[in-house]
């Protein structure tokens, strides 16, 4: 009687990458160069004018839309979509200006709030003209309100599809 455990199958032979079209590199390279070209003018317009990226000023914005300008810090990075230890050094910096403060959350000890200061607001109000007429002369006056509309559909769809609601969700916030 033979007992050795029978051979594992031979591993199913790899498939090919569906490799893009011409046109789909096309449409590819081009989101690439006008999102990092996009985020560049953006970082560096704010760099100029208040002395901070793109990305603190969007966790001052939702600050400001928030209820009493505050919000749980594990809610705010979901917001933002970035991850905790990247949000809590940017909280860092922001306190450091005077713009954000921390507060530990009465009903979970571990739990801490950002909120948005008096000094934070005034800066927000201060730089977001100039923000906006960035944001608006490097995309929305380059598109009909077509082009608009279905931009935000897309992104829309994209931004869904990366967002799985499933637990063990491989999301920046969750890290």
Same mark, same amino acid.
């Given at each position: +009687?033979?007992?050795a455990?029978?051979?594992a199958?031979?591993p199913?032979?790899?498939?090919?990458?569906?490799?893009? @079209?011409?046109?789909?590199q096309?449409v590819?390279? $081009?989101? *690439?160069?006008?999102? @990092?070209?996009?985020?560049?003018?953006?970082?560096?317009? /704010?760099? %100029?004018?208040?002395? +901070?990226p793109h990305i603190?000023y969007? /966790?001052?914005v939702? &600050?400001?839309?928030?209820?009493?300008r505050?919000?749980?810090?594990?809610?705010?990075? #979901?917001h933002?979509?970035?991850t %905790? $230890?990247?949000?809590?050094?940017?909280?860092?910096?922001?306190?450091?200006? =005077?713009? *954000?403060?921390?507060?530990?959350?009465?009903?979970?000890?571990r739990g801490?709030?950002?909120?948005?200061?008096?000094?934070?607001l005034?800066?927000l109000?201060?730089?977001?003209p100039?923000? *906006?007429?960035a *944001?608006?002369?490097a995309?929305?006056d380059?598109?009909?309100?077509?082009?608009q509309? $279905? &931009? =935000?559909?897309? #992104?829309?769809i994209v931004a869904?599809g990366l967002?799985p609601?499933?637990? =063990?969700?491989? &999301?920046?916030?969750?890290?």
């Amino acid at each position: +009687m033979n007992t050795a455990p029978a051979p594992a199958p031979a591993p199913a032979p790899a498939q090919e990458p569906r490799w893009l @079209t011409d046109e789909e590199q096309r449409v590819w390279r $081009s989101y *690439v160069q006008a999102t @990092t070209l996009l985020e560049d003018h953006l970082d560096r317009q /704010l760099q %100029r004018d208040a002395g +901070m990226p793109h990305i603190y000023y969007g /966790l001052l914005v939702k &600050l400001a839309e928030s209820p009493q300008r505050r919000l749980r810090m594990t809610e705010l990075a #979901m917001h933002a979509k970035i991850t %905790r $230890s990247r949000l809590s050094h940017a909280i860092a910096r922001l306190e450091k200006n =005077g713009w *954000v403060r921390r507060e530990d959350c009465p009903s979970d000890k571990r739990g801490q709030f950002a909120v948005l200061t008096d000094e934070g607001l005034t800066e927000l109000k201060r730089t977001a003209p100039g923000h *906006v007429t960035a *944001v608006r002369s490097a995309l929305f006056d380059r598109l009909t309100p077509q082009q608009q509309k $279905s &931009l =935000g559909e897309i #992104m829309q769809i994209v931004a869904e599809g990366l967002q799985p609601n499933e637990a =063990g969700a491989d &999301l920046p916030w969750l890290r």
